[in-house]
């Protein structure tokens, strides 16, 4: 699956607007959620708190592709999520900006520095470290196909997200990116499908089915109110999504996002709403930027949290099960 580390969320604008297109019933979209249990049993959804959210891309680190490759596939994966891609138009706010850098730009680390970053990693991936502040520390796994850092308040609204492509040569197993609509060589992922994957994480949405033990999804559920499935029981339309948590090479299914993952999108961020702060409300330490991770730790806790899409098929037991950090 590839690993996305996803920011904190809160519930923006659920209300519908009268005239507007209302979503489709979803089949299995799920959302990432603040620990906090709401009035209904369930934690505070998380979600960007603003109407307009800028990225920086870095468009270096990939000896197949071309800085324009990788910046297309940069911008199309982005797009897909954004409030001017034609298929959103009426339906979501959330307008996604992509700037990027030259390819002599070398990418910052991922850290709570107030910039959105999309990067590709080429030193050694496991060596990537963050620590928490228990003063353990909690490095990239491998299997990792990308990783997405979100960082949000503890009242679930999301304030920074950064994206990280495993490009470590010397990864056991190693992962060779192209753009394939111009490569068609075997063996290799295609970047823009484990973008679109990730940027789905940075909007705030969660995997349709979960890669671990049954326990760290219990209490979770989709947007009907069903448990959240283990993998090895998703349906078909749960495989189809963009946030399934798996990416063989040469899959470019996830480039285009199915109507579930549209739907969540719509959900979260409805056309006509406005965005919803807890900046206001919460401006003392209950509130203050922290970060997380899912699966790592006992329940998931305010701050920041890890998502990821793994390399290979389940079935061979290439994946490694989704967790979580909180900073």
């Not at 010397?170 to 499908?193: E, S």
């Not at 189809?240 to 948590?245: F, G, H, L, S, W």
Request: proline content about 5%.
């Amino acid at each position: 699956m590839i690993r996305t580390r996803v920011w904190g969320r809160l519930v923006a604008g659920a209300v519908g607007v009268v005239g507007l297109a209302v979503p489709l019933a979803a089949h299995g979209y799920v959302r990432y959620r603040a620990t906090a249990p709401a009035a209904g049993g369930l934690g505070t959804p998380y979600a960007w708190g603003a109407r307009g959210v800028d990225i920086v891309g870095y468009t270096n680190g990939l000896p197949n592709m071309t800085a324009d490759q990788i910046g297309g596939a940069m911008t199309a994966a982005v797009g897909a999520w954004s409030a001017d891609n034609a298929l959103n138009v009426g339906h979501s706010f959330l307008d996604l900006t992509l700037t990027l850098e030259p390819s002599t730009t070398v990418p910052p680390d991922a850290a709570n520095d107030n910039v959105n970053t999309i990067a590709i990693r080429t030193g050694v991936w496991t060596a990537i470290c963050s620590t928490l502040k228990n003063g353990t520390k909690d490095c990239h796994q491998s299997g990792e196909l990308a990783l997405t850092t979100v960082w949000s308040r503890a009242c679930g609204e999301v304030v920074e997200a950064d994206v990280e492509v495993n490009a470590d040569p010397a990864a056991t197993p190693a992962f060779n990116w192209a753009d394939l609509d111009v490569t068609t060589t075997n063996g290799f992922h295609d970047l823009q499908n484990a973008l679109t994957h990730e940027m789905g994480h940075f909007i705030g949405l969660d995997h349709t089915c979960w890669l671990s033990s049954p326990a760290a999804a219990a209490g979770e559920v989709d947007d009907l109110g069903n448990p959240v499935p283990s993998c090895d029981e998703a349906t078909v339309a749960e495989m189809d999504a963009t946030m399934y948590p798996s990416a063989e090479a040469g899959d470019v299914s996830k480039r285009t996002l199915s109507q579930d993952d549209l739907n969540g999108l719509w959900a979260i961020y409805p056309a006509g709403a406005n965005p919803v702060t807890c900046g206001a409300q919460h401006s003392s330490g209950g509130c203050a930027v922290a970060s997380g991770a899912d699966g790592a730790l006992p329940a998931r806790s305010r701050g920041g949290r890890w998502f990821g899409l793994l390399g290979g098929a389940l079935a061979l037991g290439v994946l490694v099960s989704l967790r979580s950090r909180r900073r």
